[in-house]
């Protein structure tokens, strides 16, 4: 026995002594470190290479750092890599992705917003119908669909146009955002919707003034899952749209792949780089709206 | 004169019949608590008279004006929800104007009302303020203030106090009767709580199963009850029955409980008693004299044994066995029984009830 240990007076007090290094802490924390290398090393050969210039790159070692770093690939991919007969970079296909991603966004999300509203709260006849009808369009591969819609684009006269695209977008957006919107306002305390009808508002009314207020955490939500899944889009854009208004991972595809001449991998890399900065910046500014609870208070204590 | 007049109504969820040809009538100025069990359609009901549920069949009439068909905001109700129900991103103001704004009324006139209804709520500087910076109480204030500034005939209250602790509960309670008092609107309280229903109601609907049980007085309700469900359902310690045979003794009756006779001089039947009538004697444990063994007056006539004892503080329920039946009464703490001491009862038999064994139906 252990005669200080369990000595009552003069025994242990305060809290347990810990030793930070531990034989359980250095194999959480290196497992952590391996993974986190793994992950990371891609990323450290794309921007190591894309500040590398062309004889440098030949040498062949892909994970020495740049001896001169160079922003030529940079602005060769921006603005003068060629695709076809067009010699002004990836800036055409940004722009591009732009005038398609802006507008699909928030036609989607305020088309799909209304209808998980109408659905969540006004259960109007043949709701449900309605939206397991919108749930197995979810399910459908897209391949099955694409030609059919080339010829219903084609008829409306939008085929190839941005704005063909664009309602591409906003459809198969919908079974997932009407989905999202309309668990949420299901989870939304309906005595809210009934005090509001009691004092007079009506179905706009109560959808401007007290559904979308308390609904900032799911259009954020909503707005990333759009913006990330309209920018990263391929086969959509391929299909529907001109070689002048493709967008951005299109025309991506068109630089890397292009078999005509050097391949010049620093300019290659600098352009995936640059494509993807886009759904990077949203992922990095919008993660703590996340999080916001905003119905606190709605309910009592 | 009706205030709120409720006639044939009628509501299925398909299959499901939850109210079932419903007739009531509301006084104005009256405080009618709808009483029941949770799932007896008494929110329903709240809910058909608020416009917020279509009935299925029959009409419902506020004020003289036929409703049925109308939306909430045209029917002169105002509502009190569970959980307030206050729009959150609103300061207190925002929420009072809320219902004047969607009526298009005048800037200087919403401002009149919203003082008006702040002074008599006494939360005048509360009026900045987010819900989320309020008090239970305040937001209870605040809720009644929304029903109050757009001038309702009519309040309808949906168990406002039904998630709230107890001292919270019992302070709100007089709160609203205060406030009845001073507004005298006719006001239409939904709860499961028998306390809240006794002391708030003027009259008390008892509900089941979608039908009005019975609808008096809370005095009326508690010491007369029309059936067995509302004995039962009301009263704590609740009622206590007796199961046992109306006999003829004499001119009159008594109540043979095992191989006691009650005699029921004092009960005041409802309808004429036959003999052999197999039936339910129901008494309060306030209404159950005890007495121990020893110095026993006159009206304790029947041995039993005690049980148990539970002390309730100012008074304590004694449970006792009487010839195989169960009951308990109600004495005054100062008065100690134990376990096996052998003690005498009796009954107050004018507050006693009386029910049919097969009908439920009080005697």
Partial sequence: MDPVRNRVDGGPSGPRPRRRFSRRNIFIYGTLFVVAVYYLLPLYVMIVTSLKGMPEIRLGNIFSPPVEITFEPWVKAWAEACTGLNCDGLSRGFWNSVRITVPSVFLSIAVASVNGYALANWRFRGADIFFTILIFGAFIPYQVMLYPIVIILREIGLYGTLWGLVLVHTIFGMPILTLLFRNYFTSLPEELFKAARVDGAGFWGIYFRIMLPMSLPIFVVAIILQVTGIWNDFLFGVIYTKPDLYPMTVQLNNIVNSVQGVKEYNVNMAATLLTGLVPLVIYFISGKLFVRGIAAGAVKG | ?363
């Fill in chain 2, 1 to 363: 004169m009706e205030s709120v007049s409720i006639r044939d109504v009628s509501l299925n969820f398909g299959a499901v019949r939850v109210l079932e040809k419903l007739n009531l009538d509301v006084m104005e100025g009256e405080f009618l608590v709808l009483l029941g069990p949770s799932g007896c359609g008494k929110s329903t009901l709240l809910n058909c008279i608020a416009g917020l549920l279509d009935v299925s069949d029959g009409q419902i009439i506020i004020k003289e004006r036929n409703v049925t068909w109308q939306e909430p905001k045209d029917r002169g109700i105002g509502m009190v929800f569970q959980s307030y129900a206050l729009y959150p991103q609103m300061t207190v103001e925002g929420n009072l104007s809320f219902g004047l704004k969607n009526q298009g009324m005048p800037r200087d006139q919403i401002r009149e009302r919203i003082e008006r209804a702040a002074k008599i709520l006494q939360i005048e500087p509360l009026l900045a303020r987010k819900p989320a910076q309020l008090s239970g109480g305040q937001r209870q204030r605040v809720a009644i203030g929304r029903a109050l500034v757009r001038d309702v005939d009519v309040f309808l209250f949906d168990e406002p106090l039904s998630n709230l602790d107890a001292k919270l509960r019992s302070e709100l309670r007089v709160e609203i009767k205060r406030l009845h008092q001073k507004l005298t609107n006719t006001m239409i309280y939904v709860t499961h709580d028998q306390i809240e229903a006794l002391t708030l109601a003027d009259r008390i609907a008892v509900m089941k199963g979608g039908v009005i049980q019975q609808l008096d007085e809370p005095h009326t309700i508690y010491n007369r009850p029309r059936n067995l469900f509302v004995a039962g359902f009301i009263g704590s310690p609740p009622m206590s029955f007796l199961d046992g045979e109306v006999m003829a003794k004499g001119n009159g009756f008594s109540f043979r409980l095992g191989e006691h006779e009650v005699p029921l001089a004092g009960y005041v039947a409802e309808t004429e008693l036959a003999p052999k009538q197999a039936a339910i004697f129901g008494v309060r444990p306030e209404h159950v004299e005890i007495h121990h063994e020893g110095d026993v007056p006159e009206t304790a006539l029947y041995p039993a044994t005690v049980d148990l004892e539970e002390p309730m503080g100012a008074d304590s329920l004694v449970w006792v066995s009487l010839g195989g039946h169960t009951l308990s009464a109600r004495v005054d703490s100062s008065q100690r029984f134990r376990r096996g001491d052998k003690v005498r009862i009796g009954f107050n038999l004018s507050m006693a009830s009386i029910f049919d064994q097969e009908t439920e139906i009080r005697l």
